[in-house]
């Protein structure tokens, strides 16, 4: 289900982190929560997923199918084909 199942850990280890972290407390704390969310906004949208899904379109023209049925990041459900 998922495209590259290291992204998700990317993003979801600094949350376990920061939940298990007495420095999220502290006056730097905050950068536990703004790290995941900045990463995962740069592998979706800026680099990543973005870029590999482009070339795989122009290569392997069944790959949209896959791609619209596919959730990028997080694991779900598959998506219905409509």
Not at 45 to 65: C, F, H, N, W
Request: with cysteine; charged share 15%; glycine share 6%.
């Amino acid at each position: 289900m998922l495209e590259n199942p290291s992204h998700c850990l990317l993003a979801c280890r600094p949350l376990a982190v920061r939940a298990n972290s007495a420095a999220a407390g502290t006056a730097g704390g905050y950068w536990t929560l703004f790290s995941p969310v900045l990463m995962t906004v740069l592998l979706l949208r800026v680099s990543g997923v973005a870029l590999l899904e482009q070339t795989q379109i122009e290569t392997k023209p069944q790959y949209r199918d896959y791609i619209e049925s596919t959730s990028a990041f997080f694991p779900w459900f598959p998506r219905r084909q409509g």
